[in-house]
């Protein structure tokens, strides 16, 4: 009888590859904000978004998740009804958790320009699996 190998596989691409390839390019509502009065004070502002949902781009299955952003604004603040219609945008789309989260970071920093801006995206379990992506800016 041989011996198993010890010898370490590569990994098998995934059939999930290719399915988002073009999400850094995905045209979403624009994020309104309204002019801070304070620009020369530092301060955190915590927004908290408890029923987030988008689609599982594999199965179609609804993903449901909390999202926290906080951030440091300079010259503008957030509009948070235009935010919430942000959100809503993703609640058909088939997205992968690491993605919305990035995309939803990249969309905020580039309309409010902050100091500093954190998301903390938590899923609820999928099979039997919590996930949790977090992503800073820091304005260099």
Sequence with gaps: MKAPSSKLQAPSCSSYEGIQKHIRNLRTPKI???????PDKSYIICLAIPEFTCICPKTGLPDFASIKIEYSPKKY???????????????????????VTNKILEDFV?????????????????GGITTTVVREYKKR
């Design 32 to 38: 309104e904000v309204w002019k801070n009065q304070y």
């Design 77 to 99: 603040c957030i509009e948070l009804k235009s935010l919430k219609m942000y959100t809503i945008f993703y609640r058909n789309l088939g997205i992968f958790h690491e993605h």
């Design 110 to 126: 580039k309309a409010t320009q902050p100091r500093w801006a954190k998301i903390t995206a938590e899923f609820n379990p999928r």
